[in-house]
């Protein structure tokens, strides 16, 4: 049997989704939130194997699609103050 250790924080969270009525327990709780972790876990795993790794040998094959690093800071910069200026 595993024993476990949560902080007040989860054991908070869990006691409120008893209260919903979602859940009967505590065990089913934490059996959600690891098939929800397993999933996404898998997912990305997915994603690692299947886009970045063909991504990363096309760059390697055609070093001229690569966009300088330079260019992805500025951009991200502008989408950062946009974002801001819009949750003002």
């Known amino acids: 049997m595993v024993s ?15 209260e919903s009525g979602r859940y009967n327990n505590a065990s089913e709780v934490v059996r959600a939130g690891l098939r ?3 999933d996404y876990e898998d997912a990305r795993e997915h994603w690692l194997r299947n886009e970045i790794v063909p991504r990363m040998d096309d760059l390697k ?28």
């Not at 902080?7 to 908070?12: A, F, G, K, N, P």
């Not at 055609?62 to 974002?83: N, S, Y």
């Open 36 to 38: 929800m972790l397993e």
């Open 4 to 18: 476990i250790a949560l902080s007040e924080r989860y054991e908070q969270f869990i006691k409120k989704q008893l």
């Open 61 to 88: 094959q055609k070093p001229e699609k690569a966009v300088p690093l330079e260019t992805v800071f500025e951009e991200l910069e502008i989408r950062h103050k946009a974002r801001v200026a819009k949750d003002q």
